[in-house]
């Protein structure tokens, strides 16, 4: 069998280019591997090889979408390999979003086989899981060695066409598709082992997530905005400068809430962002970017809104459990209805 | 109640003048079977088969799976309520025929019968193929209505098994088990500081051929109640089913019952093995509500900390599961539930016909809608009428070539619900 010809789609960042400073450059198609293609030829050894790799800055492709696409589709197209790798990102959000995006696309419009690897709480997970296969992988790059060990194999599979297996044989995420497999043990052995943990308190993992979604219904339209006095809540990561609580830039597991009685304006020499997921030099030039407190203020006074309410609740969502979010909202949402607030503009990054 | 189960190892079934088990070896006199299957006087004819593990040869049509068993010790005798009278059983000692069965077979309903390949890709999915099986393949009386058949064939396998398992009464057993279950009181100081924990079998008991019997009652006609774990090692529960084959219990399923060995093989040690709930998956609203009700009453009582609960069947005993799920998580006691799938064949759709946030802890017996190909075996007992109208099988299933392409639905045993397979689903 020929050495399969593989493609690899990754950042900056693993390129060696630079940090969010470097996020910005165009793609760019150089010969053989780089960064983490090392590793896959590596693993792969006779049976395949990545012979080209993309390089794109992540603030150029989530901002540029539709351009960069177009950009990268025509240099895979000049390529015509056999595979297209992107990644693996971890839990890089916007580095995941632009692998599972670029993959999916190439799978789609080219018909290539293609394979990603990340974090299960990158939100590309979420939003491609079901689309294409889906490595998971460790939250860091530290977790480089793993990934590959687990893309490696299901890559040669995916471009061989072979029969993929259940999601727990092969590594990939869970993508909606139940697929049997033989376990070690029989069904049995495996419910006395879940339950002797469950009386235990301790992790188990079901076998079958029961389908349960958490909607929340809209709320109905707010009657008269112009008595209604409104709240800011972000994840954008909005702090008074020097971040006096310590939100953490990524995984936050906390949220602040400060008062910005008698503040019309957010400066540079007053807040800043804790987020670490993103280039942080045009929200710390003006803090009004992500938390809009200028405009409130202006639209308070036009009459425009009843009233800004005194307190803006922030916190990081680079990276931040489901679990821990909803804990926060759970609690400030509680703070808001005691305070009378009719609504709430969310602002992300 | 303390049960010494012995095992008698069978490696070959042969047909011989005499019947008799020796070095490993059921002889079977074909005439004194036959004999016994006609004396159901709705039984008109009677094929007897081998079917060894590695043979090229499907069985198909099939009802039931037996083994052969016979009490040695003891109270009572095996299959209480229709070979034996109705004593209570599941103590003294038992002699059971291990590796080999007895498998019924004939076009009952047709489309709920299922099949058995004894190599092959289909092999690896039912346990029955790793069994040497003595297949009788009974034909009706003209004019046999589909339940009097069913009843006449149920009761010709259950005396067929007792007779063979009768001839193991005087052999030394190749492996002894002991398994006990003490009084109610007794248990809360056996072993004080471990956890209390049962087992809930729930018995298919939709009805018109989707049957158990407990005893010899209709498991449709009772209320939960509770049974020793031994008892049905004795053949206390067995059954009557022509439901989909790959999730209902045989009757060989009931005796080798794996939630009750593997809870007995924690006993003391991690657990203690209280005792155990049979209920039953009525289809009007009312039972479904009072049984889950008695049911989840039954573990308070028994001052349960967890439970294993196994489903039988698919869709309408979902809601038996969820709602014997939700009210014995109700009481405090905590819940594992082993079920199968019905994901459609691409995998796609919500597996269970029911669902709860309170069913955290569900082991699976994999997706029953997954599509298998059979390859044509040489021979094939019992008759390919019916594949392309069984349930997991379509219109052309049986192909030309004499291929079967079908939901694995259509495979004895293949995702069943007591978690006797390795086989699950992701």
Known sequence: MSKLKVLQYINQFFAQIGGEEMAHI??????????????????????????????????????????????????????????????????????????????????EELGIPVLTGMYKE???????????YIVSTRNSAAGMRDAVSKMAPLALKLARGEKIGASIEEGYLPNGIRRNFFDKKRGSARAVDMLLKKLADKEFETEYPMPLFDRVAPNPAVKDITKATIALVTSGGIVPKGNPDHIESSSASKYGEYCIAGVDDLTAETYETAHGGYDPVYANEDPDRVLPVDV??????????????????????????????????????????????DAVILTST | MKLELGHIDIHDIQFAAESAVKDGVLYVNAEAVKALVLEEENLKGCQLEIARPGESVRITPVKDVIQPRCKVEGPGGVFPGFVSKVDTVGSGKTHSLRGCAVVTAGKIVGFQEGIIDMTGPGADYTPFSKTVNLVMVCEPVD????????????????????????????VT?????????????????????LPRVAYVQMLQSQGLLHDTYVYGVDAKKIIPTLIYPTEGMDGAILS???????????????????????????????????????????????????????????????????????????????????????????????????????AGQDGKSQSLADADALATAVVSGGNANEVIVLPKLDKVIGMLDYVDVIAGGHDGSLREDGTIEA????????????GFNCMSAR
């Not at chain 2, 209920?279 to 294993?308: F, H, I, P, Q």
């Open chain 1, 122 to 132: 990158n939100p590309g997970a979420d939003m491609f899981k079901d689309k294409i």
């Open chain 2, 240 to 342: 009557g089913n022509c439901v989909s084959a790959c999730d209902k219990n045989t009757t060989y399923h009931h005796q080798n019952n794996p939630v009750v060995a593997d809870l007995y093989a924690q006993h003391g040690k991690t657990l203690n093995f209280v005792g155990m709930v049979i209920t039953n998956e009525n289809v009007y609203l009312a039972d479904k509500e009072r049984s889950s009700n008695w049911a989840s009453k039954l573990c308070e009582m028994l001052s349960l900390d967890g439970v294993v609960v196994s489903e039988e069947g698919f869709g309408n005993p979902d809601t038996d599961l969820i709602m014997n799920c939700k009210k014995i998580e109700g009481k405090g006691i905590k819940t594992v539930l082993i079920t199968d799938e019905y």
């Open chain 1, 296 to 341: 409130m203020r202006e639209y308070e006074k036009e009459g425009k809104i009843g009233k800004l309410y005194d307190y803006f609740y922030t916190t990081v969502g680079n990276g931040t459990a489901v679990a821990s979010a909803k804990r926060f909202a759970e609690e400030f949402s509680q703070k808001l209805r005691a305070a009378n607030v």
């Open chain 2, 173 to 193: 057993p190749d492996e002894v088990q002991v398994f006990e279950t003490k009084t109610l009181g007794e248990s809360f100081t056996e072993y004080p500081g």
């Open chain 2, 407 to 418: 939901e694995i639905q259509v495979i004895t045993g293949a995702t069943n619900e007591l």
């Open chain 1, 26 to 107: 165009a793609p760019e198609l150089r010969d053989g591997p780089v960064g983490p293609g090392l590793a896959f030829n590596a693993a792969w050894g006779e049976n395949a090889e990545v012979v080209k790799t993309i390089i794109c800055g992540d603030s150029y492709f989530n901002e540029n979408l539709d351009k960069a696409q177009a950009e990268i589709l025509e240099m895979v197209k000049s390529v015509g390999p056999d595979l297209f790798i992107a990644g693996p990102a971890f839990n890089a959000g916007r580095y995941g979003v632009a692998c599972a995006t670029i993959a999916t696309k190439v799978h």
């Open chain 2, 143 to 170: 004019g046999l209505k589909q339940h009097d058949y069913e009843a006449a064939v149920r009761i010709a396998g259950l005396k067929v098994a007792a007779y063979l398992g009768e001839l193991g009464k005087d």
